[in-house]
């Protein structure tokens, strides 16, 4: 029987010449493609490939964070095929087991190569998957904790201090961060969807609070009872901007605070 296949990668371009390699090859069946890490998750739960063909560096949520949610979830793990243009993570690849890994440009003797691997890898599930853990527990140790977020405003860049940011929203696909006090700023972020943006964040520091905003704990200035024993927040941001908590989590609103 032909593998099935999801391919994953946030270049059109990538997608496109990787899909036509495999259709070359035979015996594979794309059965779905996604651009980003969030897309990953949902394709491979809802299709549960023999394959995955996974971009390392995505925005907002990158191959390895892929991996995190599947196994957070409890999820069965594919076999996988990390895509890169950067060999620097060859060597993490591997120390996974990954099936195996693909640099950029694709190459359609080396394509065909990983298809071979794949077919004959005989490592068990629970294997695999144990071998995945311990990598994304050694990559998030490495995880620098005080990284920044790049934001866009007055077409220039800015590199801002997750501990300043203030909130995030979205509105029309359009992500706006606001950073804290006075001075603060409002720029955009390049994340397509609010929990791309909170996987990129720090996850003790960071509360989706309503389907349309992220917050910082730590710039919450006031908790602000509302009708139907229902909650808003009031921010530390310059307009301090009142942001509603939504009915589902409020009761993390009282655990964190002790309401």
């Not at 950029?104 to 691997?117: E, G, M, N, T």
């Not at 294997?127 to 007055?154: C, F, I, Y």
């Not at 520091?205 to 009708?227: C, D, G, M, Q, T």
């Not at 509603?244 to 989590?249: D, G, I, K, L, N």
């Amino acid at each position: 029987m032909p593998l099935s296949a999801v391919i994953v990668d946030d270049e059109q371009l990538a997608r496109d010449e990787l899909a036509f390699l495999l259709k070359g090859a035979g015996d594979v069946d794309v059965v779905a493609q996604g651009k980003n890490g969030v897309e990953a998750v949902s394709l491979i739960r809802e299709h549960n490939p023999d394959l995955v063909f996974l971009d390392v560096q995505m925005p907002g949520l990158d191959g390895f964070g892929v991996i995190k949610k599947l196994l957070d979830r409890k999820h069965p793990l594919p076999k996988i095929i990390f895509a890169t243009a950067f060999d620097q993570y060859a060597v993490k690849a591997f120390e996974v087991n990954a099936v195996d890994y693909l640099l950029k440009p694709f190459d359609k003797k080396r394509v065909a190569q990983s298809l071979q691997k794949a077919r004959t890898k005989t490592d068990s599930a629970a294997g695999s998957s144990d071998r995945l853990e311990t990598l994304v527990k050694m990559l998030e140790a490495q995880k620098p904790q005080a990284s920044k977020l790049l934001l866009k405003a007055a077409g220039r860049l800015f590199l801002v201090n997750q501990k300043d940011v203030c909130f995030a929203s979205i509105e029309d696909g359009i992500i706006t961060v606001v950073t804290a006090g006075v001075s603060g700023m409002e720029g955009q972020s390049n994340c397509r969807t609010l929990e791309e943006l909170l996987d990129s964040l720090e996850p003790n520091l960071f509360w989706r609070a309503h389907r349309s905003y992220l917050v910082n704990i730590n710039r919450i200035k006031e908790v602000v009872p509302w009708f139907k024993s229902s909650y808003q927040l009031r921010m530390d941001d310059k307009k301090q901007t009142e942001i509603p908590v939504s009915r589902a989590q409020t009761k993390r609103l009282r655990e964190l605070f002790g309401l």
